[in-house]
């Protein structure tokens, strides 16, 4: 029976994430014609935090402002490269008319009709074209991109929202600064653990939410940071990132996965993710990120190239901690002789040369600075 109950809701939730961006829309649509006579009435996508109240901007506004055609290559992730030409206004000259430009905000979040959300840090903003298009190949947008598709030329195509209905201008999206580091190898061990199908193979995740509430400061932040191996750096909300999963066996791990997230939000080979003051640091992924680091026949990755990447560097004192609770502390001085390896079977530890046996730690858990 149980059974039963449980394959229902896992088929919903399957037909719910498979579901694309036009069954929204022409809902959308066809409520909103129904209160516009005029089709260039047509509410496009709402634009908030710009101003004090927000902003509905029409197709007909986005048909009558100056507009833009390009020859653009899109980018996938794979590196697969997709030729087309598109042809709408600039979003600039949109913000234009409430006397705004995209070159004064710190960040924007473009949000679409089937759960895709990304982020625009400010160097996007500053530096590239942000092209509404409305046509692709000299035709309108397929339906299931309507009512815009978001193109940034020169930029990859993970920002090329399609139905985009919602842009968000973020406050401030900076980064708190970091006092903690906590090893994804070590909390794996220490959290529920449940099986993730990963497309066709079946790997291990932990969620975000119990690692948040068993080792975070408790400290509220509106959103996290992902930094990937290849450099890719995303911020996610809040929401978005407390009801994901960290996969950490089989391909891509560790990855930021949900089974309800549109998998082009999915997040491979992560470095590092931080949320308020923590930082949480693959070893595995760093081990080939950093150089590595040779100290008495062991290898590993240098405690100082760690802190630095951590943006942790400072002059003070550090404290270890492992799982098991054994704790020593280091100074400044000492990192540069210090490394932290990983085991074949997924075990972190610490070691530096010079120091008291206490600061080799196996099962290390994190390194904090000493308030
Ligand atoms: N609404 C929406 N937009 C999206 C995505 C998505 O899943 N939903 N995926 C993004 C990613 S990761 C890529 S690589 C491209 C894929 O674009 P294509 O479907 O035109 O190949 O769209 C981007 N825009
Ligand atoms: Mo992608």
Same mark, same amino acid.
């Not at 199908?197 to 408790?218: E, M, P, Q, R």
């Not at 191996?229 to 911020?235: G, W």
């Not at 190239?305 to 100074?331: C, F, P, R, W």
């Given at each position: ?188 061990? =220490?959290?529920? /653990?449940?099986? !993730?199908?990963?497309?066709? *193979?079946? @790997?291990? +995740? #932990?969620?975000? =939410?119990?690692? /948040?509430?068993? !080792?975070?400061?408790?400290? *509220?932040? @509106?959103? +996290? #940071? ?146």
């Amino acid at each position: 029976m149980f059974k039963k109950i449980l394959s229902v809701i896992i088929i919903c939730i399957l037909a719910l994430s498979i579901s694309s961006c036009s069954k929204t829309t022409k809902k959308t649509a066809a409520n909103t014609t129904s209160q516009n006579t005029a089709s260039g009435n047509t509410k496009a996508f709402v634009i908030t935090g710009l101003t004090d109240s927000d902003i509905q901007v029409t197709t007909g506004d986005l048909q009558s402002a100056p507009q833009v055609t390009k020859a653009v290559t899109a980018v996938d992730s794979a590196g697969n490269k997709t030729n087309f030409t598109v042809k709408g206004p600039l979003l600039e000259d949109i913000l234009k008319k409430y006397g705004k430009s995209q070159k004064d905000l710190s960040g924007v979040r473009f949000s679409a009709s089937d759960g895709y959300s990304i982020a625009l840090p400010a160097e996007i903003l500053q530096n590239r074209d942000i092209i509404l298009a409305i046509e692709v190949n000299g035709k309108p947008l397929d339906a299931k991109d309507m009512p815009v598709r978001v193109v940034i030329p020169d930029e990859r195509a993970m920002y090329w929202v399609k139905c985009m209905v919602k842009m968000e201008v973020l406050k401030d999206v900076a980064k708190q600064s970091t006092s903690k580091i906590i090893f994804t190898e070590t909390v794996s061990k =220490s959290l529920p /653990v449940q099986n !993730y199908k990963y497309f066709s *193979n079946t @790997d291990k +995740a #932990f969620k975000i =939410s119990d690692l /948040v509430n068993k !080792y975070a400061n408790g400290i *509220n932040a @509106d959103s +996290a #940071f992902i930094k990937a191996s290849d450099n890719l750096k995303q911020n996610e909300q809040k929401d978005t990132f407390l009801n994901a999963y960290i996969k950490f066996t089989g391909e891509d791990s560790p990855a930021f996965v949900a089974p309800n997230m549109p998998s082009g939000m999915h997040v491979k080979n992560i470095l590092w993710f931080s949320y308020g003051q923590d930082l949480f640091f693959s070893v595995n992924t760093g081990k080939n990120y950093l150089k590595k680091t040779v100290m008495d026949g062991k290898e590993g990755i240098s405690v100082k190239d760690l802190l630095t990447e951590a943006g942790m560097a400072s002059s003070g004192s550090y404290i270890l901690k492992g799982l098991d609770g054994s704790q020593a502390e280091i100074k400044d001085s000492d990192t540069g002789n210090g490394i932290i390896s990983v085991s074949d079977s997924g075990d972190i530890s610490s070691y530096f040369k010079g120091l008291p046996k206490d600061t080799n730690i196996n099962g290390l858990l994190s390194i904090e600075m000493k308030k």
